[in-house]
């Protein structure tokens, strides 16, 4: 028997499983009870040194197969399982296996669209789907095999992501043809349709569902998406609105971004998109900044902040964290421009709104010209070609009829009976 286990794993006790018996008739008290998918292949869970782990029993070649792509999808980052180890050469003529770590608070697709089933969901798990299949693409990997089933889904700080389970008919190339993503992406449309048909014909899902048009969303996303990610665009030193750019396109297609770079000595733009649910963006600001905004603008100002970080990498040549870069974006960007508005014009907008109408009027100014803008130029334009027009929000209008006074008169006599206002 021959075991290869990845390198750094504390999985030495693998070795005390009964490896001489086939999976299905083991009975060993570690076995446990995990949310799975549907799989050709016998598929069993252990939990050994508290981390359960999945292993599944396919045949020497496509066990070193699986393996070896999953090493492979782990040096470049991409969503999938944790390889852990093969275990072949099996005695009396066992079939290999392939051994991952389970994926922590995954659920698989019959549970997400069966339990929560709404279109809203629904066009989540499609998202997810389709940005883990142009991920691999990007980097190369063909899957052969891309369906709901080899997928798990799990929730992440109000994110939606998807995970590769299954990796046995992986190849990995330099770059993928047109001609090799586009079978990959007809496997995938198949297989999707046909896993919806049978939630279908076991009655857990609506009976309007089309399961050809749910697998085509997955289609045309997957090509917007495509063409968003690997269109090729030049870009100077003092072009941030292109980044900028870049960030709002893929924004308005309904994906966000998880990590936009600029290599170091590159003009390159890196982009992770991702699928997130409302709440997110001011969640994730509030927790990086202390600003505590709105939906919408919290996401405007998570682009800049973003935007801002793979600036600052860029001169580094080096990345930074999350924590360092937010501490960089409030001192260098929010709070110059709040200290920067005139005293007469601080009631016009509360501050986050301001800060986000002006990124619109400073990106507006830098496409126009072709080039950055300086926040020396686009800040006097913003106070005096914008904010200066707009309506004091925070001051009273007048009251002709009285009825403030009188409602400010009732508030005074019983309080517990309104809301007083900020």
Not at 2 to 21: C, F, K, M, N, T
Not at 60 to 82: C, G
Not at 378 to 407: I, K, M, N, Y
């Amino acid at each position: 028997m021959d075991v290869q286990i990845a390198s750094g794993g504390p999985y030495a006790h693998l070795l005390e499983l009964d490896w001489s018996r086939p999976l299905d008739s083991w009975n060993d008290p570690r076995l446990v009870r995990m949310a799975r998918g549907p799989s050709r292949h016998p598929v069993r869970f252990v939990e050994i040194d508290g981390r359960v782990l999945a292993i599944k029993e396919i045949g020497d070649r496509l066990a070193r197969r699986e393996y070896a792509a999953l090493r492979e999808m782990a040096d470049a980052e991409l969503p999938a399982v944790e390889p852990v180890c093969t275990v072949t050469r099996r005695d009396s003529g066992l079939v290999g296996v392939v051994v991952t770590r389970y994926l922590d608070f995954s659920l698989p697709y019959t549970y997400l669209l069966a339990r929560e089933g709404g279109i809203e969901h629904q066009r989540r798990l499609v998202d997810a789907a389709a940005v883990l299949l142009v991920q691999l693409h990007v980097e190369g990997f063909w899957w052969g095999d891309c369906s709901l089933a080899n997928m798990l889904f799990r929730r992440d700080a109000g994110s939606l992501a998807a995970y590769l389970v299954d990796a046995e008919t992986a190849d990995h190339h330099p770059r993928l043809t047109d001609g090799q993503r586009e079978t990959d992406l007809e496997i995938a449309v198949a297989n999707i349709a046909g896993g919806v048909a049978d939630l279908l014909a076991a009655g857990r899902m609506e009976e309007h569902t089309d399961p050809l048009a749910f697998a085509s969303r997955v289609e045309a996303r997957y090509g917007m998406l495509w063409r968003e990610l690997t269109a090729e665009e030049d870009f100077a030193a003092d072009e941030r609105w292109r980044l900028e750019e870049r960030v709002a396109r893929l924004n308005r297609l309904g994906f966000d971004v998880t990590e936009l770079a600029v290599r170091a000595g590159e003009d390159r733009i890196r982009i992770r998109p991702s699928v997130v649910e409302e709440g997110h963006h001011a969640r994730r600001l509030a927790r990086l900044t202390g600003i505590e905004v709105q939906e919408n603008q919290a996401r405007r100002l998570l682009n800049d902040l973003e935007s801002y970080k793979a600036v600052l990498e860029r001169r580094a040549g080096r990345p930074l964290s999350e924590a360092i870069a937010a501490h960089r974006w409030l001192t260098d960007r929010f709070e110059p421009f709040v200290s920067a508005v005139p005293p007469e014009l601080g009631t016009r907008l509360e501050p986050a709104e301001a800060y986000h109408q002006y990124l619109e009027h400073r990106w507006f100014l830098s496409e126009r010209a072709r080039r950055d803008v300086p926040d020396e130029v686009a800040r006097p334009s913003f106070f005096e070609d914008v904010l200066r027009r707009r309506p004091e929000e925070r001051v009273v209008l007048p009251d002709p009829t009285g009825e403030l006074e009188l409602l400010a008169l009732e508030e005074a006599e019983d309080p517990g009976d309104f809301m007083s206002s900020p």
